[in-house]
C-alpha cells in the first residue's frame, strides 16, 4: 500500500510540474489550467494568422539577440535574405526550415508558430 500511495504522489507531482512549465509558456496561473469551471484565459492571447505569428515571433526572438535578418538565416544554413522574406511574409517557410531558425533564437519551434 505505501509503494502505491508513493507512486501516485510521484505521478502528481509530474502532472503539476507539466502544468507549471505550460502555465509559464503560456503566461497564465497555473490555477487556469487545473480549474474545471470554463474561463476566458487573461493576457495578450490574439487569435492571428500562422504567417504573422511566424513573421512576429522570429523578428522578436531574432532582435533579442541583436542578430541580423542575414545573420540568422546564413547561421540556419539559408539564403541570406531568406529570414527577410519570412519576416515580410512574402515565402512561406517549411517546417524544416523553421526548426532550423528556431534553433538559431534558442527556442523549441512550436514557440515560432504560437
Known amino acids: 500500500m505505501h ?5 501516485e504522489n510521484q505521478a502528481a507531482n509530474v ?8 502555465a509559464i509558456a503560456l503566461n497564465v496561473d497555473p490555477c487556469l489550467l487545473l480549474s474545471s469551471d470554463p474561463v476566458e484565459a487573461p493576457g495578450d492571447y ?9 513573421a512576429q515571433n522570429l523578428k522578436r526572438l531574432r ?7 542575414e545573420q540568422a538565416a546564413t ?7 531568406y529570414a527577410s522574406k519570412i519576416e515580410s511574409k512574402t515565402v512561406a517557410a517549411t517546417l ?4 532550423a531558425l528556431a534553433r538559431v533564437v ?3 519551434t512550436w514557440q515560432l508558430l504560437v
Open 75 to 81: 547561421s540556419a544554413g539559408l539564403g541570406r535574405v
Open 96 to 99: 524544416d526550415t523553421l526548426d
Open 106 to 108: 534558442g527556442v523549441e
Open 15 to 22: 502532472r503539476l510540474d507539466t502544468v507549471n512549465r505550460l
Open 46 to 54: 490574439v487569435e492571428r494568422p500562422l504567417g504573422d505569428s511566424v
Open 63 to 69: 532582435r533579442r539577440l541583436s542578430l541580423t535578418q
Open 3 to 7: 509503494t502505491v500511495t508513493n507512486i
